[in-house]
C-alpha cells in the first residue's frame, strides 16, 4: 500500500470515529455534520488511488459522489424539501452501482441463468413488499409514498443484481459486494423508522454505522473483484 493510501485510510478511519462518536454523544452537533461531509470525499480518494487501472469504474466513482451530495441534502430536519432531492441522488447512486454489477456479471448470463434471476427477484420483491408494510405509514407521514416505493424497488434491484453476480462468478469479493448491497437495505430502512417513526438515541450512531460499512464494502469488493467480463472500455 503506497504512503497516500496509509494516510487517506487514516484519515478515513478518523473520520468514521468522529461521526460515530458524535452521533452518540451529540447527534445535532456541528461536529456530526462537518465529519459526515467528509466521508464520501475520502471514500473516493482511497478508491481512485487504490483501484488498478484494469478494475476501475467510473461508474463505482460517480456513485460515491452521489452518495456525497445526498450526505448534504440529508444534513436538513426530517421534513426539509431537501429530502426528495437527497433520496433522488442515493437513487441516481445506486442505478450506478447497478450498471457496474450488471457489466461484471455479463449481459449473456442474463440470458443463461434466466431462470436463477427470477427466484432472486421474487426473493427481494418479497422482502421489498414485507418491508413496505413497515414503512408506508412513515412514507404517508412525510407525502414521500412515490419517491419512497420507487427508492425502495431500487434496493431490490441493487441486491438482486449483487447476488445474481455472486452467483455468476462466486468470490469473496462478489460477496463482500452482496453483504454491503444488503446493509445498505438496512441502512435505508432504519433512516426510514428514524425520521418518520420513533426517536431512539441508538438510531443515528447504528444509520451511519451501516450506511458507512454498506458503502465501504460495495467499493471494496469492486476495486478488488476478480473481473471475468473483457471490456475494451471501463465505465
Do not use: W
Not at 4 to 21: A, F, G, M
Not at 66 to 77: N, P
Not at 109 to 123: D, E, H, P, Q, T
Amino acid at each position: 500500500m503506497s504512503k497516500i493510501l496509509y494516510i487517506l485510510l487514516t484519515l478515513y478511519l478518523i473520520t468514521i470515529s468522529i461521526q460515530l462518536y458524535f452521533c452518540y454523544y451529540s447527534e445535532d452537533s456541528l461536529g456530526r455534520k462537518i465529519s459526515k461531509i467528509f466521508l464520501m470525499p475520502l471514500l473516493g480518494s482511497l478508491y481512485y488511488f487504490g483501484t488498478s487501472k484494469d478494475k476501475f469504474s467510473k461508474n463505482v466513482l460517480l456513485g460515491i459522489i452521489f452518495g456525497f451530495i445526498g450526505d448534504v441534502f440529508l444534513l436538513s430536519e426530517p421534513y426539509s424539501p431537501l429530502i426528495k432531492p437527497g433520496i433522488f441522488t442515493f437513487f441516481i447512486g445506486h442505478v450506478l452501482y447497478i450498471i457496474s454489477y450488471i457489466r461484471e456479471t455479463g449481459y449473456h448470463n442474463y440470458k443463461k441463468y434466466f431462470i436463477v434471476l427470477l427466484i432472486y427477484s421474487s426473493i427481494f420483491i418479497y422482502g421489498g413488499t414485507f418491508a413496505f408494510k413497515y414503512l408506508k405509514d412513515g412514507f404517508r407521514k412525510g407525502n414521500m409514498m412515490f419517491p419512497g416505493v420507487c427508492y425502495l424497488a431500487m434496493l431490490m434491484i441493487l441486491n438482486t443484481t449483487a447476488n445474481f453476480y455472486a452467483f455468476t462468478y462466486f468470490n469473496k469479493y462478489t460477496l463482500i459486494i452482496c453483504l454491503g448491497s444488503f446493509i445498505f437495505f438496512v441502512s435505508d430502512f432504519i433512516l426510514v423508522r428514524k425520521m418518520f417513526y420513533e426517536e431512539n438515541r441508538y438510531y443515528q450512531i447504528v444509520l451511519m454505522a451501516t450506511y458507512i460499512l454498506a458503502q465501504s464494502l460495495i467499493c471494496y469488493g469492486l476495486a478488488h473483484r476478480k473481473s471475468r467480463v473483457k471490456l475494451t472500455k471501463t465505465n
